[in-house]
Antibody, heavy 121, light 106 residues
Framework: EVQLVESGGGLVQPGGSLRLSCAAS????????MHWVRQAPGKGLEYVSA????????YYANSVKGRFTISRDNSKNTLYLQMGSLRAEDMAVYYC??????????????WGQGTLVTVSS | EIVMTQSPATLSVSPGERATLSCRAS??????LAWYQQKPGQAPRLLIY???TRATGIPARFSGSGSGTEFTLTISSLQSEDFAVYYC????????FGQGTKVEIK
């Protein structure tokens, strides 16, 4: 059974940093692209970032480019999102999602339950 | 960036009735279109990919159609568990989501 478990969310002050993790199991993690998607309270889904199966390619939404860094450790079956210069508008539930293939150009077939990031002073 | 526009924002339907949800892309995405269902407090769940292929375990009452810029998700006979928010997503040029359609009980 595929499982994706996010962690690392919490309360952070504006301008602060936070690192999210997503522990994967039930599939060959190193064979699939992975993604982060966020959802602000009461709002829709917003795409954040992607990383290819071997970590060689990454993609960022304009809203987070230069502030967030996606990475993965295939030996630990874990995906990361390092978030910096956090703003009030970054407050959201952050979901990790498994891509259907190794690289770009596919949908997401499994999602984690999400971790809440609150940005407030 | 490809903009995805869903309509209507809210759809009021009685159980057993048919629901038709629309999704329009600002430029062609071929058939690289997925639909997701999200219930309150839950993560999204994949329903349809490739515009018309049902994901594993998805009931036959869910169907998708369209290509290019116009897409439709149809729920043939709404069950109580189908009342939720539905999102379309294009993955032809990176990834973007529509703003969602809430299907509520009439």
């Amino acid at each position: 059974e595929v499982q994706l478990v996010e962690s690392g969310g919490g309360l952070v002050q504006p301008g602060g940093s936070l690192r999210l993790s997503c522990a994967a199991s039930g599939f060959t993690f190193s064979s699939y692209a992975m993604h982060w998607v966020r959802q602000a309270p009461g709002k829709g889904l917003e795409y954040v970032s992607a990383i290819s199966s071997n970590g060689g390619s990454t993609y960022y939404a304009n809203s987070v480019k230069g502030r967030f860094t996606i990475s993965r450790d295939n030996s630990k079956n874990t995906l990361y999102l390092q978030m910096g210069s956090l703003r009030a508008e970054d407050m959201a539930v952050y979901y990790c999602a498994k891509g259907y293939v190794a690289v770009a150009g596919a949908h997401f077939d499994y999602w984690g339950q999400g971790t809440l990031v609150t940005v407030s002073s | 960036e490809i903009v995805m526009t869903q309509s209507p924002a809210t759809l009021s339907v009685s159980p057993g009735e048919r629901a038709t949800l629309s999704c329009r892309a600002s430029q062609s995405v071929s058939s690289n279109l997925a639909w997701y269902q999200q219930k309150p407090g839950q993560a999204p769940r994949l329903l349809i990919y490739g515009a018309s292929t049902r994901a594993t375990g998805i009931p036959a009452r869910f169907s998708g159609s369209g290509s290019g810029t116009e897409f439709t998700l149809t729920i043939s006979s709404l069950q109580s568990e189908d009342f939720a928010v539905y999102y379309c997503q294009q993955y032809n040029n990176w990834w973007t989501f529509g703003q969602g359609t809430k299907v509520e009980i009439k």
